[in-house]
């Protein structure tokens, strides 16, 4: 490109800019009037909590919108011009008029007319099939998934997406905060439909408690995904959806919350929307302290050692924060782009003494202590970039998105060890981990006829994990400290997924149907240091590389009949791969516990799991039901074998094996009953039986076999009371029923959750208090058997928590979509802010 051509593409785009820039000073310019009215119906009566959109017929950044008050009557400020006016009202027809607006001045009342039917329902046409719930219902039930509004869960106002997990249908959370669905842990999170820096890397509960509830519009329960979804996550998909702007003008709310354990939170959601530009700003921070307890004793039967026990109280103090900006611009009625930028930052301190108790055959007893004081931080970078366009009118589109995500932990811990109040060493571990990705999505969808639709789609999914693991000690208080070969070590891992996938829909009467296939290339390269088992503390310098590549096609088929209205049967099937997280595959211990060390296995392998699905969906105005019966068959599943050190008989290292298989069976029922206008009920109850059949072998050594049957329960129960229309009281109860097969037996666990809301200030405020774990009963107890040994173990996660937040709601433009919601101003108790943007 010569210098006269870049000088006249310079000019063209300074000239394009400076028309844009002049327009937009333009139309903030004018002189705007102030202009009011009244909605009322057909009777004359006024319409509160109307929508009223003024859209300018030459320039959109003109336009604007209101909400009537209790008597009707809006007031906003418009430039002179053309103008369409469209009000929209719950259980009232959607009504448009042109009006010439010239002066300021009232242009009078406008009428609308209600509608035939007043059953204010609304449908959702997923997958192929339409199903329609009652709006009210705090979930509804599509083809290939359900729905959950966490606006119902007054208990987790002011917590955050692993309070809000607790209560979702389907889903069960441990003490130790493990997500499972169905009785699995294999769960894959997505943070709208993608992989997300907010989720961290292998941070576990610490992610989930990062995100605020207050942040959160609904979750998606994935429990048999079909071809669009990725393959991962045997168990299912929990899609986390933020919530999104949908109002013109400036709006934003503002939640705070104290509690104790100490807590104290703020987060804002912040939005301006003005002609074909949306922007948004979601932020917050806050600061918990948390405490768990943990304790086991071990009875030997053979060997020196008769019994070893051990307490701790671990003490934490953690600060998160988070900031999502970004924006979304129409380029045109059919075109719109969107950029948005996130950063998250959580860090932890721990205080956690350990106690030790080893009593030998002959008697003696040593008493030993292990204190460790450690610090954890981590921070998360993500951009997104996204193009949607619409080719006509009729349904068909593309999306495309590119996401750069980046995340940093670092762990240190400094460990002093006493024996018989003796100084016996000092350890200092340090683990550093770097993750980066991208994530590459474009998605097509042709509708074919008037009850068909084409969907095809590709992914790029690419991740690089570096991780830095280093140990030292000093076994007197003299002497220098010493490397421990054994905990120390460079490992890098990286995975590359390529997924292409197409699936086809068709409705045919009251027979629905959706067939898909889609492929995964996996390519895995992991590299780590080798150490010889016979000296694991020499370094060897030796450095070992491993590759592992999958090529595996997943079908789905979704099957669906409408008996009669609001009345289906649902049938379906899907393949599904559960990849080893990266850590499971990095054979470097920590020695934070060296009584309890975890330490991953180079040769583990994904899991196969093929997933059969039989429900029923029955939706009446007081009365849902949703029972579903669910068969999976597991290949090469993953089980953790406890391994006893020989060389220290009191302690145990911890790694995953693929061993033999698995079969689960299972009916997951969900329903809600609404007794009366003031009283909601909503329960799940998950019954399922297992069967696992295998045998571990190392080395040609038999270890020990997984063989076993058993059945569980899962069950949850919330009763909603409405004692006015701005005060409402939730109580739930949560069961989580025993488990056992050949090496270990879960003992059983329930407790209860209590939330309360007051709306105040006309609507704009709401004010939340709950107490989780009323009854202090949540904690895990478990016992393992190992070939000469019983292990008997106890923890709780957190004990009773109390806290009480306050929402305030501010400039709220309505909808321009506007969705249908209860008149009664409780209808926003749940904080219903719809603020933020796409991630």
Same mark, same amino acid.
């Given at each position: 490109?010569?210098?006269?051509?870049?000088?006249?593409?310079?000019?063209?785009?300074?000239?394009?800019?400076?028309?844009?820039?002049?327009?937009?000073?333009?139309?903030?310019?004018?002189?705007?009037?102030?202009?009011?009215?009244?909605?009322?119906?057909?009777?004359?009566?006024?319409?509160?909590?109307?929508?009223?959109?003024?859209?300018?017929?030459?320039?959109?950044?003109?336009?604007?919108?209101?909400?009537?008050?209790?008597?009707?009557?809006?007031?906003?400020?418009?430039?002179?011009?053309?103008?369409?006016?469209?009000?929209?009202?719950?259980?009232?027809?959607?009504?448009?008029?042109?009006?010439?607006?010239?002066?300021?001045?009232?242009?009078?009342?406008?009428?609308?007319?209600?509608?035939?039917?007043?059953?204010?329902?609304?449908?959702?046409?997923?997958?192929?099939?339409?199903?329609?719930?009652?709006?009210?219902?705090?979930?509804?039930?599509?083809?290939?998934?359900?729905?959950?509004?966490?606006?119902?869960?007054?208990?987790?106002?002011?917590?955050?997406?692993?309070?809000?997990?607790?209560?979702?249908?389907?889903?069960?959370?441990?003490?130790?905060?493990?997500?499972?669905?169905?009785?699995?842990?294999?769960?894959?999170?997505?943070?709208?439909?993608?992989?997300?820096?907010?989720?961290?890397?292998?941070?576990?509960?610490?992610?989930?408690?990062?995100?605020?509830?207050?942040?959160?519009?609904?979750?998606?329960?994935?429990?048999?995904?079909?071809?669009?979804?990725?393959?991962?996550?045997?168990?299912?998909?929990?899609?986390?959806?933020?919530?999104?702007?949908?109002?013109?003008?400036?709006?934003?709310?503002?939640?705070?919350?104290?509690?104790?354990?100490?807590?104290?939170?703020?987060?804002?959601?912040?939005?301006?929307?003005?002609?074909?530009?949306?922007?948004?700003?979601?932020?917050?921070?806050?600061?918990?302290?948390?405490?768990?307890?943990?304790?086991?004793?071990?009875?030997?039967?053979?060997?020196?050692?008769?019994?070893?026990?051990?307490?701790?109280?671990?003490?934490?103090?953690?600060?998160?924060?988070?900031?999502?900006?970004?924006?979304?611009?129409?380029?045109?009625?059919?075109?719109?782009?969107?950029?948005?930028?996130?950063?998250?930052?959580?860090?932890?301190?721990?205080?956690?003494?350990?106690?030790?108790?080893?009593?030998?055959?002959?008697?003696?007893?040593?008493?030993?202590?292990?204190?460790?004081?450690?610090?954890?931080?981590?921070?998360?970078?993500?951009?997104?970039?996204?193009?949607?366009?619409?080719?006509?009118?009729?349904?068909?589109?593309?999306?495309?998105?590119?996401?750069?995500?980046?995340?940093?932990?670092?762990?240190?811990?400094?460990?002093?060890?006493?024996?018989?109040?003796?100084?016996?060493?000092?350890?200092?571990?340090?683990?550093?981990?770097?993750?980066?990705?991208?994530?590459?999505?474009?998605?097509?969808?042709?509708?074919?006829?008037?009850?068909?639709?084409?969907?095809?789609?590709?992914?790029?999914?690419?991740?690089?994990?570096?991780?830095?693991?280093?140990?030292?000690?000093?076994?007197?208080?003299?002497?220098?400290?010493?490397?421990?070969?054994?905990?120390?070590?460079?490992?890098?891992?990286?995975?590359?997924?390529?997924?292409?996938?197409?699936?086809?829909?068709?409705?045919?009467?009251?027979?629905?149907?959706?067939?898909?296939?889609?492929?995964?290339?996996?390519?895995?390269?992991?590299?780590?240091?080798?150490?010889?088992?016979?000296?694991?503390?020499?370094?060897?310098?030796?450095?070992?590389?491993?590759?592992?590549?999958?090529?595996?096609?997943?079908?789905?088929?979704?099957?669906?009949?409408?008996?009669?209205?609001?009345?289906?049967?649902?049938?379906?099937?899907?393949?599904?791969?559960?990849? $080893?997280? +990266? =850590?499971?595959?990095? *054979?470097?211990?920590?020695? %934070?516990?060296? !009584?309890?060390?975890?330490?991953? &296995?180079?040769?583990?392998?994904?899991?196969?799991?093929?997933?059969?699905?039989?429900?029923?969906?029955?939706?009446?105005?007081?009365?849902?039901?949703?029972?579903?019966?669910?068969?999976?068959?597991?290949?090469?599943?993953?089980?953790?074998?406890?391994?006893?050190?020989?060389?220290? $008989?009191? +302690? =145990?290292?911890?790694? *995953?094996?693929?061993?033999? %298989?698995?079969? !689960?069976?299972?009916?997951?029922? &969900?329903?809600?009953?609404?007794?009366?206008?003031?009283?909601?009920?909503?329960?799940?109850?998950?019954?399922?039986?297992?069967?696992?059949?295998?045998?571990?072998?190392?080395?040609?050594?038999?270890?020990?076999?997984?063989?076993?049957?058993?059945?569980?329960?899962?069950?949850?129960?919330?009763?909603? =009371?409405?004692?006015?229309?701005?005060?409402?009281?939730?109580?739930?109860?949560?069961?989580?029923?025993?488990?056992?097969?050949?090496?270990?037996?879960?003992?059983?666990?329930?407790?209860?959750?209590?939330?309360?809301?007051?709306?105040?200030?006309?609507?704009?405020?709401?004010?939340?208090?709950?107490?989780?774990?009323?009854?202090?009963?949540?904690?895990?107890?478990?016992?393992?058997?190992?070939?000469?040994?019983?292990?008997?173990?106890?923890?709780?996660?957190?004990?009773?928590?109390?806290?009480?937040?306050?929402?305030?709601?501010?400039?709220?433009?309505?909808?321009?979509?506007?969705?249908?919601?209860?008149?009664?101003?409780?209808?926003?108790?749940?904080?219903?802010?719809?603020?933020?943007?796409?991630?």
């Amino acid at each position: 490109m010569n210098q006269t051509e870049i000088i006249n593409l310079f000019t063209k785009k300074t000239l394009g800019l400076t028309f844009v820039l002049s327009a937009a000073a333009f139309a903030f310019g004018q002189e705007k009037a102030a202009i009011s009215g009244t909605i009322v119906s057909k009777n004359n009566q006024p319409v509160p909590y109307a929508s009223v959109t003024f859209s300018n017929k030459e320039n959109k950044l003109l336009s604007d919108a209101a909400l009537t008050d209790e008597k009707g009557q809006y007031k906003l400020d418009l430039a002179p011009g053309n103008y369409d006016i469209t009000v929209e009202a719950i259980d009232y027809k959607k009504s448009v008029v042109n009006k010439q607006i010239a002066a300021a001045g009232n242009i009078g009342a406008l009428s609308i007319e209600p509608e035939k039917s007043a059953t204010n329902l609304k449908t959702g046409d997923i997958q192929g099939v339409t199903i329609t719930v009652q709006a009210t219902k705090p979930y509804k039930v599509e083809l290939d998934k359900k729905t959950y509004d966490v606006k119902s869960d007054l208990t987790s106002i002011g917590g955050n997406l692993q309070d809000v997990l607790q209560n979702v249908p389907s889903v069960s959370v441990d003490p130790d905060g493990t997500v499972s669905m169905r009785g699995s842990s294999n769960v894959r999170f997505l943070i709208n439909g993608k992989p997300s820096a907010l989720l961290g890397i292998d941070d576990g509960a610490n992610a989930l408690q990062a995100i605020p509830a207050d942040q959160i519009d609904r979750i998606e329960v994935i429990t048999n995904p079909s071809a669009k979804y990725d393959a991962s996550g045997t168990a299912g998909i929990l899609n986390i959806i933020l919530k999104k702007n949908n109002k013109l003008g400036f709006n934003g709310s503002v939640i705070g919350t104290l509690g104790y354990l100490p807590k104290t939170n703020l987060n804002v959601n912040l939005s301006w929307k003005k002609g074909n530009w949306n922007w948004f700003l979601n932020g917050g921070g806050g600061y918990q302290e948390g405490k768990n307890k943990n304790r086991s004793t071990t009875n030997y039967t053979s060997g020196d050692l008769l019994s070893a026990y051990q307490n701790s109280e671990n003490k934490t103090k953690s600060n998160n924060y988070n900031a999502t900006a970004g924006v979304v611009y129409d380029i045109s009625p059919k075109t719109s782009i969107n950029l948005s930028g996130t950063i998250r930052t959580f860090d932890n301190t721990n205080d956690n003494p350990i106690n030790y108790i080893d009593t030998n055959r002959n008697g003696s007893s040593v008493f030993s202590t292990r204190n460790s004081i450690g610090a954890n931080t981590n921070t998360g970078m993500q951009g997104d970039f996204g193009i949607d366009h619409k080719f006509d009118d009729k349904g068909q589109n593309i999306s495309l998105s590119v996401s750069l995500q980046r995340n940093q932990s670092n762990n240190n811990s400094d460990i002093t060890a006493t024996t018989n109040d003796i100084f016996s060493s000092f350890t200092n571990t340090k683990v550093k981990t770097l993750n980066k990705s991208l994530v590459g999505k474009l998605d097509y969808e042709l509708p074919i006829g008037e009850h068909s639709t084409f969907n095809a789609g590709y992914k790029l999914d690419h991740n690089d994990n570096d991780y830095d693991y280093f140990a030292q000690n000093q076994l007197s208080q003299t002497q220098p400290p010493t490397v421990m070969g054994r905990f120390t070590g460079l490992s890098n891992y990286t995975e590359t997924f390529n997924a292409f996938y197409a699936q086809f829909k068709s409705k045919m009467g009251a027979f629905s149907y959706q067939v898909g296939l889609r492929n995964e290339i996996s390519n895995i390269n992991f590299s780590y240091p080798y150490r010889n088992p016979q000296t694991p503390d020499v370094n060897t310098d030796v450095i070992l590389n491993k590759k592992k590549n999958y090529n595996n096609l997943f079908p789905s088929i979704f099957l669906s009949y409408d008996i009669a209205k609001n009345n289906q049967i649902l049938l379906n099937y899907s393949r599904r791969i559960d990849r $080893p997280r +990266s =850590f499971f595959m990095i *054979p470097i211990p920590s020695p %934070s516990d060296v !009584r309890n060390l975890f330490q991953g &296995n180079p040769d583990l392998n994904p899991s196969y799991i093929d997933s059969f699905e039989l429900g029923y969906n029955l939706s009446k105005s007081k009365v849902t039901i949703n029972p579903t019966l669910y068969y999976r068959k597991e290949k090469d599943n993953v089980q953790f074998a406890i391994i006893q050190n020989l060389a220290d $008989p009191g +302690s =145990f290292t911890s790694t *995953p094996f693929n061993v033999g %298989s698995e079969d !689960r069976y299972g009916l997951d029922l &969900n329903g809600t009953y609404d007794p009366f206008a003031w009283w909601k009920i909503m329960g799940n109850v998950d019954l399922f039986g297992y069967k696992t059949k295998g045998d571990l072998f190392i080395d040609g050594n038999f270890i020990q076999s997984y063989d076993g049957t058993g059945f569980s329960s899962r069950a949850r129960l919330a009763n909603t =009371f409405k004692l006015d229309k701005t005060f409402s009281i939730q109580v739930q109860g949560n069961f989580r029923g025993a488990q056992k097969n050949a090496s270990q037996e879960t003992k059983s666990i329930y407790f209860f959750n209590l939330g309360a809301t007051k709306t105040i200030w006309k609507g704009n405020g709401t004010i939340a208090f709950n107490i989780q774990d009323i009854f202090n009963t949540r904690a895990r107890q478990v016992t393992n058997f190992g070939p000469n040994y019983t292990r008997e173990m106890y923890m709780q996660w957190q004990p009773r928590q109390f806290s009480l937040s306050l929402t305030y709601r501010f400039k709220q433009g309505e909808k321009v979509e506007q969705q249908k919601r209860k008149k009664d101003i409780n209808s926003n108790a749940g904080g219903d802010d719809d603020q933020g943007g796409p991630m």
